[in-house]
């Protein structure tokens, strides 16, 4: 239906275009006439107003003022930025005093939400998929997550409603605190070890003469923060070393840095180094052992590489028991908005 309708239209088109189409010119070859008939002021369809946007007579100059337009006028429909013509369609041409097809409305579009590597999302308008470029009212955007993330909301619908979504996009988060395999159990050097237990768990490794020493373990908090002791990156004072010596290995099975076992393990080096402000080095027992480091590259959260739970909101106070007496451990983390 609709595609006959465009013929007519692309065909009056093409006449206007070779200017078959006046009102005193009588077609002369007879196919024409089943498009071009006698026109009288009867026939003249009234100019459209349209609301956020415009219309262009095809092949007319100047359609300022035009109130009333011949029979076989082609208008061609353009919409306001942020809004689109529904039904899709631009063009009408003028048939009987009735612009045909039906002339289309501009109706305001939502922002376009896009799906990224965390996050797909799908549109559908009346239970059709729908770009989610351009929604319209009524538009419903569903996101899921990719493998190991979850969405940051419960609600995972958005609708869109004179232009706007009726929530914030919802942001997928990589899961934390997850074993994602089933360890398989297996010996070595006398211990069982078990491959994927302990995702969150990375390994750092410093340089030596030639290739790199493990010295020390850390955890995982996001894809590109650590938590690990200050001595492992201190000297007995607590003077940091270069950054530039160590290289963070994550998702590693196998003690070596570059043991070519370790399938899907990953590495990068550190970007920064943060010690607690008052550690003061093995000298003084340790104290405060904590460091934060930044890494240059984001990990790829994986099935075995995950991160683990942590709650940003709270300052997280454990009281703990340590060799028969109680302690105190405080921790609190502030992360760089730009890596959080
Ligand atoms: C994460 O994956 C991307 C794309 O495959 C890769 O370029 C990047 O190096 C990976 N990150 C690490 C730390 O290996
Ligand atoms: C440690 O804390 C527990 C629970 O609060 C308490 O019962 C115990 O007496 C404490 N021990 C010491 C050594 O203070």
Redesign the pocket.
């Known amino acids: 239906m609709l595609s006959s309708i465009n013929a007519v239209v692309w065909v009056s088109l093409i006449l206007g275009a070779h200017g078959f189409i006046g009102f005193n010119q009588t077609p002369t070859k007879p196919w024409l006439q089943r498009h071009i008939r006698e026109t009288s002021e009867a026939d003249n369809c009234i100019a459209p107003k349209i609301e956020n946007g415009k219309f262009n007579l095809l092949g007319v100059m100047e359609d300022a003022a035009v109130d009333s337009v011949p029979a076989g006028t082609i208008i061609s429909i353009s919409c306001g930025k942020g809004y689109i013509p529904i039904p899709d369609h631009t063009l009408s041409h003028c048939n009987a005093g009735q612009w045909s097809p039906p002339l289309p409305i501009c109706k305001q579009t939502c922002p376009a939400f896009k799906s990224t590597d965390d996050t797909e999302v799908t549109c559908r308008y009346l239970g059709r998929k729908v770009s989610c470029n351009a929604a319209i009212d009524h538009t419903q955007a569903e996101f899921k997550c990719n493998r190991y993330h979850r969405l940051s909301t419960t609600e995972n619908v958005r609708y869109c409603f004179e232009g706007t979504w009726n929530e914030e996009k919802p942001t997928c988060e990589p899961v934390c605190g997850e074993k994602r395999v089933h360890p398989e159990q297996l010996i070595i050097e006398g211990k069982i070890v078990e491959r994927g237990n302990y995702p969150w768990t990375i390994a750092i490794y410093k340089r030596k003469t030639n290739g790199y020493n493990l010295v020390c373990g850390g955890t995982l908090i996001n894809q590109r923060v650590i938590v690990t002791a200050a001595h492992c990156v201190t000297d007995k004072e607590g003077e940091k070393f270069d950054k530039a010596i160590y290289r963070i290995a994550a998702g590693k099975y196998y003690l070596s840095y570059d043991d070519p076992r370790d399938v899907g393990a990953e590495f990068s080096e550190i970007e920064e180094i943060h010690t607690h402000v008052d550690y003061k080095g093995t000298v003084y027992d340790y104290d405060n052992d904590i460091a934060v480091l930044v890494t240059k590259e984001a990990f790829n959260i994986t099935e075995f590489i995950q991160r683990v739970c942590m709650d940003f909101n709270q300052l997280s106070l454990y009281?703990v028991?340590l060799l028969?007496?109680?302690g105190t451990v405080a921790f609190s983390l502030k992360i760089p908005s730009s890596i959080a």
Do not use: A, F, L, V
Request: glycine share 20%; hydrophobic share 0%; aromatic share 0%.
């Open positions: 009281e028991q028969g007496t109680n």
